[in-house]
């Protein structure tokens, strides 16, 4: 069955960066494009990227865009996302998780990674 | 980009009881959503897709309806384990592709 194991969170200075993985498993991991989303404490869901099943095409929250960049490793079943000059308000738990075959319908998530920004 | 709204917010019912949740779409995205189901200390679960399509492994309680903005998740049958948020997601187009804001079920 799938599989998502969210990684690389923890506690980062405001200005720092910080770069989280997802392994993935239990499925065909090239043909599906892969999602980043977060939830902040008490908050809701806030989708934050995307990336296609190939690594070609990205999109971005314009909050994120030029500060985060997501990426994917075929070779290792890995999804990344990067995270540089990091806020405050991004703060929150971030679940990679699994598109499906629309590659927008977010089909599968992982358990999720918290990062907390405080100085 | 579209904004997508929910209510109630919160709502508190009986187990057996039949529950409405309902989610407008500030323009147009034909049957383009998604309702997931988030329970305390667990990650999002998809339970339907394309509006009214139940997602693999979903209890037949659940069910969604409606096109264009106006969109409804229908809990029949209330059961204990369904307590947890529910968010609609629009996947209209391009990203992003924004959640409303959440409606929490009590039990």
């Known amino acids: 069955q799938v599989h998502l194991v969210d990684s690389g969170g923890g506690l980062v200075q405001p200005g720092r960066s910080l770069r989280l993985s997802c392994a993935a498993s239990?499925?065909?991991?090239?043909?599906?494009?892969m999602h980043w989303v977060r939830q902040a404490p008490g908050q809701g869901l806030e989708w934050l990227a995307v990336?296609?099943?190939?690594?070609?095409?990205?999109y971005y929250l314009d909050s994120v865009k030029g500060r985060f960049t997501i990426s994917r490793d075929n070779s290792k079943n890995m999804v990344y996302l990067q995270m540089n000059y990091v806020r405050v308000e991004d703060t929150a738990i971030y679940y990679c998780?699994?598109?499906?075959?629309?590659?927008?319908?977010?089909?599968?998530w992982g358990q999720g990674t918290l990062v907390t920004v405080s100085s | 980009d579209i904004r997508m709204t929910q209510s109630p917010s919160s709502l508190s019912a009986s187990v057996g009881d039949r529950v409405t949740i309902t989610c407008q779409a500030s323009q147009d995205i034909t049957d383009r959503l998604n309702w997931y189901q988030v329970k305390p200390g667990k990650p999002p679960q998809l339970l339907i897709y394309d509006a009214s399509i139940l997602h693999s492994g979903v209890p037949s309680r659940f069910s969604g309806r409606g096109s264009g903005t106006d969109f409804s998740l229908t809990i029949n049958n209330l059961q204990p384990e369904d307590l947890a948020t529910y968010f609609c997601q629009q996947f209209h187009n391009l990203p992003p592709f924004t959640f409303g804001p959440g409606t929490k079920v009590e039990i």
């Open positions: 239990g499925f065909t991991f090239n043909i599906y494009g």
């Open positions: 990336v296609s099943y190939d690594g070609s095409t990205t």
């Open positions: 998780a699994k598109g499906s075959a629309s590659w927008k319908v977010i089909d599968y």
